[in-house]
């Protein structure tokens, strides 16, 4: 069954590095998405992603933040200048034409030290 | 703008008791409804979902729910549980029709089963 993969599973960094998460659609899948879960709360939206634009974005999105498709299969999500509250597991989601059940990959954690 | 309030932030039962875990949502129309299970430091497992047709939905590892338009609920029941159960289970919703198709999830309910 096709999945959504992400890397890498755990990703250590310090405040104020640059940090990018990686994320392989489903590959007929036209809609992405990255949502944030900070440890012991709610899955939380950040974006999502169609045609290659933003679609919509939540208030935490902010300009520390940017999403691409660099080359028609990974889609990113970088943290410019991350800090300590960037800690948290980020999902990228999936979903295809027409249909509303987004396929979530196993997260990143990110640790900001 | 679409909400999801999980009553009970845990639920304990007895191994081989009923599950229930409760769900209601707002939203300006009936939206997509989904139930997601999250083991430790592991991702969104989807449990089961309600597009549209029958209001009880079945769902994997034996769970399922039924959509109720009057209450605006979807509470995930299970006749009998089970140790492997003990995880945390979200309730998501997400809007019909649009092409974003972003979900709001609930807090959250950690499910805790004693033997």
């Known amino acids: 069954e096709p999945e959504v993969t992400q890397t890498p599973s755990h990703q250590v960094t310090q405040m104020g590095q640059e940090v990018i998460l990686r994320c392989v659609p489903i590959?007929?899948?036209?809609?992405f998405y990255w949502y944030r879960q900070i440890l012991g709360q709610k899955v939380e939206f950040l974006v999502s992603?169609?045609?290659?634009?933003?679609?919509?974005k939540s208030e935490i999105f902010d300009d520390q933040f940017s999403v691409e498709r660099p080359d028609g299969s990974n889609f990113t999500l970088k943290i410019r200048s991350t800090k300590l509250e960037d800690s948290a597991m980020y999902f990228c989601?999936?979903?295809?034409?027409?249909?509303?059940?987004?396929?979530f990959g196993a997260g990143t954690r990110l640790s900001v030290l | 703008a679409q909400s999801v309030t999980q009553l009970g932030s845990h639920v304990s039962v007895s191994e081989g008791a009923l599950v229930l875990l409760r769900c209601n949502y707002s939203?300006?129309?009936?939206?997509?409804l989904f139930w997601y299970v999250q083991y430790p430091n592991q991702g969104l497992q989807l449990l089961l979902k309600?597009?549209?047709?029958?209001?009880l939905v079945k769902g994997i590892n034996g769970f399922e729910a039924e959509f109720k338009k009057s209450e605006t609920s979807f509470h995930l029941t299970k006749p009998s549980a089970h140790m492997s159960d003990a995880a945390e289970y979200f309730c998501?919703?997400?809007?019909?029709?649009?092409?974003?198709?972003?979900?709001?999830f609930g807090d959250g309910t950690t499910l805790t089963v004693k033997p």
């Open positions: 989601a999936s979903r295809g034409q027409g249909r509303n059940i987004q396929y």
């Open positions: 590959s007929n899948h036209l809609y």
């Open positions: 992603f169609y045609n290659n634009e933003i679609s919509e």
């Open positions: 939203s300006s129309v009936p939206p997509y």
């Open positions: 309600y597009t549209t047709g029958a209001t």
């Open positions: 998501a919703v997400s809007d019909r029709g649009t092409n974003a198709g972003k979900s709001t």
